[in-house]
């Protein structure tokens, strides 16, 4: 019997292993038949089952008796709140709020639910009644917007019938008395605030001050703050343990978790979320959650489409267990029982569609895009409100099934360590592989223009993937910039990396956008209050190590801005003080001012330093009228505007060429966003340029570029290293450029549109246009925006057409995915 029981024990366990290979192969098998290739060239293989939610989901909320959760929904289009069953995985009730923000929060006995108002300035609160959620009072602080208060994170004191909630405009903690609706103490904590959260005793508040770097501690019987405790970069949400001895402070500006010892006061660890150690933002840590036994802690990667899971058993020596991957942009996630719930912001793709692509064979799929036909006529679906947010609800997994998911978020993600010294290439080619390699490029010219899809401007060029139906500023009004396309290379498969211009100016000069910037810009993009934040002119929505400009001070390379992050002749960064801006440049907030006006600006400041060999080796210029004023009565014309713009491309190109140092000189134009239009395609593709000498001639480049792909090409001709994990990752454009230069100088092609051309025409287009704010950067609504132009352009009676997708799906290499 001795001898038999082993054996059997071995067969036992040979049956287990099998079975084990065999689960893993068909989980395998089924995380592969769920990827898609998002269009900023990340990945998804999204793990466990998933429900639909609302508009960019920021939080989670589960009641004491893990019976009951909700999920807010803070995007720019409709805002809501839904009531879930965990258990079932089921919706059991959702309502829309007109403004929300963050902060949501169950009472004791899960009978009443607190939620953020946003900028109403108020709390509203549910009552739970037959599982569904029923408005029954609201909590005001004050006024709501202008008023500058918009309440984030939520506490409730039951015993005490206290509420405890933190601001982001403000900067304050108000604690409310639940039985009088008054509020019974306001404290100043000189920061932007994101969340807060009661010790288990009561006796004590932490707060995380998003813009301070800072958790707060509030002694809640003395009503004072006590002391501060310093963490890292845009600290937001905090998980306290059971007994109270631990606080873990997600860092979303530095791939982080802060872990603080509460008695000593101090951090006594730093867990590195990201997927590698040390590496530049663009993990964005932003959510966390604990298992039910304490010795898991599970962090949401907003941009790293994961969570990242760490031991947390024995405190001070955490060590990570793996990955797995999730929908795009984790927002937050929750423990219940023995399953994870994850808010995913964006869902699953970039597609109209909220029930995604429908299957695509494997033998359509590529590394580039695939079209997909879906256009309904209805009114233009707006990139704001595209993303249709997701809940993915994943079983606790075993070592192996975690190690099959780590893998899947590495093959995922096209950032790696080496990535960051060394860039996708070819030998000789003008764009070195290596950071500090030599290139025959030496001056950088990079323009920024606004808001324009591939298909508005360059649908009707046959030799790209274009939809000449949805092509409203054509060759007729962009000569020159098909001209370039034709004589240099078009690109026909760019992506933008933002989604407006709150987060694209930010994206477009630093590779990257912030936690702040991308879950605060739809409030104000969506009329519900708040204002456009990016561009330098608000700390908390820099990221900690800045802009390009900031990157070529530290190497030593010389720069100048014109009109970009300037205001009234004022830069809004140190790195942009007086001597790398042109003063008499006339910025974007002046907006009747011509882009032709502004490139005979740039020329007589080029043309002095050219004199004196004193051009700088990096240019950042603005160029923006092609965003058009609409059709209000008065205004230049939409087409007046984007013929300017062209024109002013044409001219300012055309001088680079006829200069000096041309043989030198490499011209970079893309969109900040592509937000204002239809693409047959994505909401994401957009019209780019590279022009110079040693850029390809009669070219067409196929190859899926991103905005990120863009900076990491000039940061090689500058010997600049990646300024987040988006441009370290990011293909460079070096398939456009040659060994072999042609400097033949570029003649521009005279606008045959009357640059000064007014509207005139009482329309309703124009009726509405007359309302809107043009003086900066999206403070008009652009999905009405968007409307207008397609109806004044088109006619009042058009049908606005939705904008099609692509599958943005591809098969990783065998090669890679065994590594």
């Not at 995922?412 to 060394?422: D, M, Q, S, V």
Request: include cysteine.
């Amino acid at each position: 019997m001795r001898n038999i029981l082993p054996c059997f024990l071995l067969f036992i366990a040979s049956l287990s292993w099998a079975q084990s290979r065999v689960d893993v192969k068909k989980l395998d098998a089924g995380l592969e038949s769920r990827r898609v290739l998002l269009p900023n060239g990340w990945s998804l293989t999204p793990a466990g089952r998933s429900l639909e939610v609302g508009d960019l989901p920021l939080n989670i909320a589960v009641s004491a008796s893990g019976l009951l959760m909700a999920v807010t929904n803070n995007g720019q289009g409709t805002q809501s709140i839904q009531l879930i069953d965990p258990k079932r995985e089921t919706v059991l009730h959702s309502v829309e709020i007109p403004r929300s923000f963050y902060g949501l929060k169950f009472s004791g006995d899960g009978k009443m639910l607190y939620a953020s108002g946003g900028n109403s300035n108020q709390i509203l609160c549910y009552a739970i009644t037959n599982q569904q959620l029923v408005l029954t009072d609201s909590l005001r602080l004050g006024d709501p917007w202008p008023t500058k208060i918009s309440p984030v994170g939520i506490e409730v004191d039951d015993a005490r019938h206290l509420l405890y909630v933190v601001t982001k405009e403000s900067n304050s903690l108000y604690v409310v008395d639940l039985l009088t609706k008054a509020i019974v103490h306001q404290e100043k904590l000189g920061h932007e605030c994101y969340t807060c959260v009661l010790s288990p005793n009561r006796k004590e508040l932490y707060i995380s001050l998003w813009g301070g770097k800072k958790v707060a501690i509030f002694d809640t019987q003395a009503r004072r703050l006590t002391t501060t405790i310093p963490v890292s970069y845009n600290p937001n949400e905090l998980v306290i343990n059971k007994k109270g001895t631990l606080i873990y402070v997600a860092n979303a500006g530095d791939n982080s978790v802060s872990v603080i010892d509460v008695k000593a006061r101090k951090v006594i660890e730093v867990l590195d979320a990201a997927l590698y150690p040390n590496s530049p933002v663009g993990s964005m840590t932003n959510g966390l959650a604990l298992a039910k036994d304490e010795r898991t802690l599970y962090i949401a990667n907003a941009d790293n489409n994961c969570l990242a899971v760490f031991d947390v058993t024995v405190p001070g020596k955490s060590a990570s267990k793996g990955f797995i991957p999730v929908g795009w942009f984790p927002t937050s996630v929750r423990v219940v029982d023995k399953r994870m719930f994850v808010t995913n912001g964006k869902g699953f793709t970039s597609f109209a569609n909220p029930l995604g692509p429908q299957p695509i064979s494997r033998e359509v799929r590529s590394e580039t895009h695939v079209g997909e036909a879906q256009r309904p006529n209805s009114r233009l679906q707006y990139i704001g409100a595209l993303m249709k947010g997701t809940m993915s609800i994943i079983d606790e997994p075993t070592e192996t099934t975690l190690a099959l998911y780590a893998k899947k978020v590495y093959a995922n993600t096209p950032y790696n360590k080496t990535k960051e010294l060394t860039a996708d290439g070819e030998p000789g080619n003008p764009i070195p592989t290596k950071v500090g390699a030599p290139s025959p490029i030496r001056y950088v010219f990079y323009v920024l223009k606004e808001n324009r899809t591939y298909d508005q401007v360059f649908g009707d060029i046959k030799e790209g993937n274009g939809d000449s139906t949805l092509c409203l500023f054509g060759e007729k009004y962009t000569p020159n910039q098909h001209k370039l396309a034709r004589e240099f290379v078009l690109l026909d498969n760019f992506y933008v990396d933002a989604e407006v211009s709150a987060d694209g100016h930010n994206w477009s000069m630093a590779a990257h956008a912030n936690d702040y910037l991308e879950k605060t810009w739809v409030a104000g993009y969506s009329r519900r209050g708040g204002v456009t934040e990016g561009m330098g002119r608000r700390a908390i929505a820099n990221d900690k190590d800045g802009y390009i400009w900031d990157f070529c001070q530290r190497k030593g390379v010389s720069y100048r801005s014109y009109g970009v992050f300037v205001d009234k002749d004022k830069g809004n960064i140190p790195a942009l003080d007086a001597a790398h801006v042109c003063r008499n440049f006339t910025t974007f907030y002046v907006n009747k001012t011509k882009d032709t006006t502004r490139v005979n600006q740039w020329q007589r400041d080029f043309d002095s330093l050219l004199v004196v060999n004193a051009v700088p080796r990096f240019s950042t210029i603005r160029l923006g009228n092609d965003h058009t004023h609409g059709l209000a009565v008065g205004q230049m014309t939409p087409y007046a505007c984007v013929a300017d713009n062209d024109l002013a491309v044409g001219m300012l190109v055309e001088h680079i060429s006829k200069s000096k140092i041309w043989n030198e000189s490499a011209i970079f134009i893309l969109e900040d966003d592509a937000q204002n239009g239809p693409d047959h395609v994505d909401a994401h593709r957009s019209n780019a340029l590279v022009i110079g000498p040693y850029v390809k001639r009669r070219s067409v480049d196929h190859t899926m570029y991103s905005t990120s792909g863009m900076l990491r090409t000039m940061e090689l001709i500058l010997g600049l290293p990646p300024m987040s994990q988006y441009d370290a990752g990011a293909t460079p454009l070096f398939r456009s450029f040659t060994s072999t230069p042609d400097a033949s100088p570029y003649r521009s092609v005279p606008s045959n549109i009357n640059l000064d051309a007014l509207n005139t025409a009482h329309t309703p287009s124009a009726k509405k246009s007359e309302s809107l704010d043009f003086s900066d950067a999206d403070r008009i609504d652009d999905n009405l925006f968007n409307e207008i132009l397609w109806k004044g352009l088109r006619g009042e009676a058009a049908l606005v057409p939705a904008p099609r997708r692509g599958a943005f799906v591809r098969i990783m290499n065998k090669e890679r995915d065994d590594d």
